[in-house]
Each structure stands twice: as structure tokens, then as C-alpha cells.
């Protein structure tokens, strides 16, 4: 499958002449947001639209962990509930702190905590019991992203921490268990840098952390923060995979 602005391809031809945007797979069913409100469900060698309440474009689709829902999401309309069983939607707004939001983007971590995250730097927990978008910010903890350095990268890592990446913020780590918030300059300097950028994450086999930096390195640290070694690349480093 090649999602793309003028239409899906499957097999090298062209399925459907749509812009589209995301998509997930769930149940066996493979999900696809497309403009105008619209989601594709191709299921069992068909292709059905799934009707929503939305009229903007849909911009990420995720699976609620251990529960039969849908979250289906734009960057201006805020989601939309799907419950996969009875079909019932619920709309849940975004509330933000910033005048324009763009770029939203859903993880969930190994505790079963869905995060959504956009470029402006807001960062939510989704509460799926009170069907809501907890924004997730402290101000006097946090350093390493804000409104003006945005998130470039997320990851949740295989003990449940959580690492943001900034566009010239640094590396941030959250532990629920003990320190929360702990902030990683990677220049040691703290400023505006492009040693500074975290673009990409990845967690590799020994649990060390990579981060790919736009100065065109590669560092691996440790669960400490600390930086263990770094390597140069070609180009700045968007994506991460570990093989």
C-alpha cells in the first residue's frame, strides 16, 4: 500500500483517487484517513468508507488499547470516538494552548498509555475512561520542548519511559517512577543549536536510546542520560528503524 495526496496504490496501481493522509491497521481491517471527514476500511478484499462527524481532513487514526474504539483525528476539528462494536461516535475537541496546532501524531507505550503529540509542542494523555485529552505539562519540570521548540520525535521506550525530541531543544526523558522530567543538552551547551535538534528516535536491542541530531550524527545513550558514543552521518537523520 502507497498512501499519497492524489490517491492509494496497491500493487503498483492505483486503488482509489483520494488525498490521503494515515493510516492503521486494527483487527485485520487496514484503516485510512483521507480528507473531508472521510475513512477508508479496507476489510476481506473490499473497500467501504466508515462515516464520521468530521469535515476536516483526517491526520492520525489509532487503536484504543484494550478497549473496541477507534480514535480518529484532525489537526482542527479535534478526534472522534469510534466504538467498533456498536458503532457509536463520540467527539472529543482539542483543547490547546496555541493558536494553530499542526501535525498531530498518536504512540502507545508498553503501560497501555496513548499519547498524542503535535509539532507545536502539545503533548496529551488520553484518559479513555472520561473520553478525554489530558494535556500533559509542567512548566517548572520540563525543559527540553515548548511552544517555540515544538516535538520533532517521540518515543516510548520498552521500560515505559518516555523521550521527546525538540526542533532546538534537546532530549528530554520522563520516568514516572522516580525523577519525571530530566533534560539531556546534548552540546552541553543548552542553546539554540542544531547539535541540539533531536529529529529521530529509536531504543535498539540493548535499551540504549538513539537519537539522530540535524548536525548529521548519530548519539546512543544510556538509561542515565548519559551519552555513551555518537557517530557521524551523511545527512541529518528523519527516521529511525532498528532491524
Known sequence: WI??????????????????FCAEVVEGALYIGSSAGEVLRYQDQQLSSLPTQLDADITFIAKVPQRPELLIGTDTQGIEIHNLEDGSRRHVPMVSTFDEETGFTSRTDILGNLWIYSSRGSLYWYDPENYSLVPFLNKNMQQGWNSETGITSFLADRQGNLWIGSTWGGLERVTF???NFKFKSIDGTGQITPENSVRALAQEQSGWILAATRDSRLHAFDENLQERTSWPTRQPGYALTIA
Request: aromatic share 4%.
Open 177 to 179: 517512577q522516580e525523577d
Open 3 to 20: 498512501l499519497t495526496d492524489q490517491g492509494i496504490y496497491r500493487s503498483g496501481a492505483q486503488t482509489v483517487e483520494v488525498p490521503t
